[in-house]
């Protein structure tokens, strides 16, 4: 299978809802990082983790490189988290550089 | 916020054409990736360096890519013969030396178009 796998592919939420993405991983991971992209293309860090848990404002991550999974729950979402949200890994050869997942798109809508 | 500089933002070649971009990584960054992202939203890692040393670059990189990264000049990235598969989203990274703490800090990329 996919060393990254990341779900959903697609979030459609309303305003004010909150809701999860979730990226399992083949392999034991060092850490994860998780990014929102722009329309333009531009890769936003949102997380970086070698463990445990990290809030920011309305965003919070998890990575548990043990049972090899990583989350990232959005709370009250608004209109400017609608994007494309990507995890991405890095495994123990720092060299090899980061495995992404394939992306959740999500939509939020008014 | 990610201080590190790509250029040009778009780039459009034709096939047969070489196609070059730069990066100017984040100060005090030894080491600097190099990815490309395909319109499915597949990521490639392609190469990567510490200071002006390759650490490790897959197959196609190593055939019909040719990358630097030059002591006090950017790191640039060049298809030696553009095919419209390359068409895609480059995108640089830097990161600290330090075992302990790996992130990458991503450029805005360039996005290439081979006709």
């Known amino acids: 299978g996919m060393p990254v796998e990341q779900n959903p592919p697609a979030l459609s939420l309303y305003e004010g809802a909150d809701s999860g993405l979730r990226c399992n991983f083949s392999?034991?991971?060092?850490?994860v990082q998780w990014f929102q992209q722009n329309h333009r293309g531009r890769l936003i860090t949102l997380f970086y983790l070698a463990q445990g848990t990290k809030e920011n404002g309305r965003l919070k991550s998890t990575f548990n490189s043990k049972e090899r999974y990583s989350t990232l729950h959005i709370k009250d979402a608004q209109l400017e988290d609608s994007g494309t949200y990507f995890c991405?890994?890095?495994?123990?050869?720092?060299?090899?550089?980061?495995?992404f997942g394939l992306g959740t798109r999500v939509s939020v809508f008014p | 916020n990610s201080k590190v500089i790509q250029t040009p933002r778009y780039l459009v070649k034709g096939q047969g054409q070489k196609a070059k971009m730069r990066c100017i990584p984040e100060?005090?960054?030894?080491?600097v990736f190099w990815y490309q992202q395909n319109k499915n939203n597949e990521f490639k890692f392609l190469i990567n360096?510490?200071?002006?040393?390759?650490?490790?670059q897959i197959d196609m990189t190593e055939k019909r890519f040719s990358a630097e990264c030059p002591s006090n000049s950017p790191c640039s990235l060049e298809i030696q013969s553009s095919e419209a598969g390359d068409s895609a989203l480059y995108l640089c990274a830097s990161s600290p030396l330090d075992r302990h703490y790996a992130e990458q800090f991503f450029g805005p990329g360039t996005r290439l178009t081979v006709l």
């Open positions: 991405a890994a890095e495994a123990d050869n720092y060299a090899q550089g980061l495995t």
């Open positions: 360096f510490q200071n002006q040393e390759v650490l490790q």
């Open positions: 392999t034991t991971m060092k850490s």
């Open positions: 100060k005090g960054h030894p080491v």
